[in-house]
């Protein structure tokens, strides 16, 4: 049985940083797209971050506008942990965060974004940004 657990998020100050990680475990993810989503209050769930494996030891990372250049996606340890470090968290970026992880490892970047895409999830870590 797959389950993705995520772990790290709280509450913080505008301009902090918080660090999410979420580990799969049930089968191997190495060669699939794992990915983080968000969910505020009232809306619909978005797309935030996700890595692609494209060969070798190589993956790419994609990343929605609003966040780009404040979080960063890695792939960690075995390859079955994906982790987002959140610097400049900001009061919009509150929200449940979900990690996500599919099984078809040909996603290609423009399928990357819809979470109808993703297999398996995680049960959200909320993240809260306010004074």
């Known amino acids: 049985q797959v389950q993705l657990v995520e772990s790290g998020g709280g509450l913080v100050r505008p301009g902090e940083s918080l660090r999410l990680s979420c580990t799969a475990s049930?089968?191997?993810?190495?060669?699939?797209?794992m990915g983080w989503f968000r969910q505020a209050p009232g809306k619909e769930r978005e797309f935030v971050a996700a890595?692609?494996?494209?060969?070798?030891?190589?993956?790419?990372?994609h990343y929605t506008d609003s966040v780009k250049g404040r979080f960063t996606i890695s792939r960690d340890g075995d390859k079955n942990t994906v982790s987002l470090q959140m610097n400049s968290l900001k009061p919009e970026d509150t929200a449940v965060y979900y990690c996500?992880?599919?099984?078809?490892?040909?996603?290609?970047?423009?399928?990357?974004?819809?979470?109808?895409?993703?297999?398996?999830w995680g049960q959200g870590t909320q993240v809260t940004v306010s004074w």
């Open positions: 890595t692609r494996w494209i060969g070798g030891a190589a993956y790419s990372k």
């Open positions: 049930g089968r191997s993810f190495s060669n699939y797209p």
């Open positions: 996500a992880a599919s099984s078809t490892r040909g996603l290609i970047v423009g399928q990357m974004w819809n979470p109808v895409n993703y297999d398996f």
